[in-house]
T-cell receptor, first 113, second 115 residues
Framework: GAGVSQSPSNKVTEKGKDVELRCDPI?????LYWYRQSLGQGLEFLIY????????KSGLPSDRFSAERTGGSVSTLTIQRTQQEDSAVYLC???????????FGNGTRLTVT | AQKITQTQPGMFVQEKEAVTLDCTYD???????LFWYKQPSSGEMIFLIY??????QNATEGRYSLNFQKARKSANLVISASQLGDSAMYFC????????????FGKGTSLLVTP
């Protein structure tokens, strides 16, 4: 079966513009996570969705960041008024049961110029 | 809050030798899980091995084993018989039950396997 799919794989945008990053989790996976990985750094947790529960947004760095998950499947991470410090690889992961092994997508590399 | 510390930013090992990547953690949860992931230059995150805090035995998966010392709060990854393809970033992570079971990752260790 298909793995976690993220699009676009690369995104270059100008400072101040909004961007949307998409994640298509593995079919049937109820839990979905967004992480951010800056150059040479570890992964920073951003947000978590589990089924129909309210998302855990505790990792979002500012109110410019938001995410939604429609129909319990595809998720979109939106960054408004992008800043240069938003440049990073944004990774999405899903799992069939919260707390079990995360399956990661290949990420979206965002560059803000 | 849970925290992972990886003190080795970079490691070298010769092909066919064994190597240990260090990981220490801090948590107040009585029950937790520890993970190791590999990230090659392609960027994908590959799950390697998992250790539950109540597991009696150290986890093993092929050439990977986890040296779990609960009292010392360490969960070192041992890679035996290193291969050139093992060159990658390695991340240790702890399950954070306070944040929707998200994983808290360390900063990683870059491993280079030399011929």
């Amino acid at each position: 079966g298909a793995g976690v799919s993220q699009s676009p794989s690369n995104k270059v945008t100008e400072k101040g513009k909004d961007v949307e990053l998409r994640c298509d989790p593995i079919s049937g996976h109820t839990a979905l996570y967004w992480y951010r990985q800056s150059l040479g750094q570890g992964l920073e947790f951003l947000i978590y969705f589990q089924g129909n529960s309210a998302p855990d947004k505790s990792g979002l760095p500012s109110d410019r960041f938001s995410a939604e998950r429609t129909g319990g499947s595809v998720s979109t991470l939106t960054i408004q008024r992008t800043q240069q410090e938003d440049s990073a690889v944004y990774l999405c992961a899903s799992t069939s049961t919260a707390g079990m092994t995360l399956h990661f997508g290949n990420g979206t590399r965002l560059t803000v110029t | 809050a849970q925290k992972i510390t990886q003190t080795q930013p970079g490691m070298f090992v010769q092909e066919k030798e064994a190597v240990t990547l260090d990981c220490t953690y801090d948590t107040s949860d009585p029950s937790y899980g520890l993970f190791w992931y590999k990230q090659p230059s392609s960027g994908e995150m590959i799950f390697l091995i998992y250790q539950g805090s109540y597991d009696q035995q150290n986890a093993t998966e092929g050439r990977y084993s986890l040296n779990f010392q609960k009292a010392r709060k360490s969960a070192n990854l041992v890679i035996s018989a290193s291969q050139l393809g093992d060159s990658a970033m390695y991340f240790c992570a702890i399950l954070n039950s306070n944040s929707g079971y998200a994983l808290n990752f360390g900063k990683g260790t870059s491993l280079l396997v030399t011929p």
